[in-house]
């Protein structure tokens, strides 16, 4: 019975990106620049934020936790920013960088100047890059939940951060050798053998009929 349940197909579940982006772009700039003590708009901030480093970095809940503040910088020679990832907080695989680019880089540079000064909310600051409201290090736990439930409930389909990985298998601009190592496994890897065949799917059929039905989410959360 548990070799049936693992080859349930959840294909249904990975939506567009367009889907997540247009909810993290609603989430990120509900917190205005002058409200120090906005909770809410902050989380709202930080959870855009954590949307769109799960679509451009395709990282694990435990690599997404583990990040600290300094392993994200700004480019110098160009627009956007890089993420370190070492190889002591990834599942495997050896030490990689990311970029976040565009709207994606604007949105967690937002979380960084705005919202993350208002969860510290006084507390002393720690190398986490995600906080929870008592300006510590937001658990495991919690992004799933976040996953979960609140971007689950907005976007009408289960979320999570494998989902979210599948969406980074389904690219067709990067070679499939290439997204092995970015994800960190192997093809021989049982996530592959869910997540590659998403990837062809994506290939002959494309997101639009997806798109279409899930599209029409109301931004007036």
């Known amino acids: 019975m548990r070799r049936d349940a693992e080859q349930i197909d959840h294909s249904d579940r990975v939506l567009p990106r367009q889907v997540y982006e247009q909810i993290a772009s ?15 708009g902050a989380t709202d901030q930080r959870d855009a934020a954590i949307i769109v480093c799960c679509l451009e970095l395709a990282l694990r809940g435990s690599e997404m936790v583990n990040l600290r503040l300094k392993d994200i910088v ?13 190889s002591s907080t990834r599942k495997a695989g050896p ?9 994606a880089a604007r949105i ?13 909310n006084g507390h002393p600051d720690s190398e986490a890059l995600w906080l929870n409201r008592k300006g510590q290090l937001l658990s495991r736990e919690s992004l799933r939940q976040m996953l979960r439930i ?9 979320c999570s951060s494998n989902i979210m990985r599948s969406l ?11 997204l092995g190592r970015r994800l960190g ?17 994506s290939i002959a059929h494309g997101y639009n009929q997806v798109f279409l039905k899930h599209g029409n989410f109301s931004s007036d959360y």
Do not use: W
Request: aromatic share 8%.
């Open 26 to 40: 609603d989430l990120a700039f509900r917190l205005s620049d002058d409200c120090s003590d906005d909770f809410k």
């Open 108 to 120: 967690v540079s937002q979380y960084l100047q705005n919202a993350r000064p208002v969860l510290l």
């Open 168 to 178: 980074m298998a389904s690219r067709t601009d990067i070679r499939e050798e290439h």
């Open 150 to 158: 609140k971007l689950g409930n907005l976007c009408g389909a289960p």
């Open 74 to 86: 700004p480019n110098r020679d160009r627009e956007g920013l890089s993420v370190f990832i070492p």
């Open 185 to 201: 496994h192997s093809g021989k890897s049982p996530l592959a053998y869910d997540l590659y065949p998403i990837r062809d799917m």
């Open 95 to 103: 030490f990689v960088t990311g970029q976040i680019a565009g709207e």
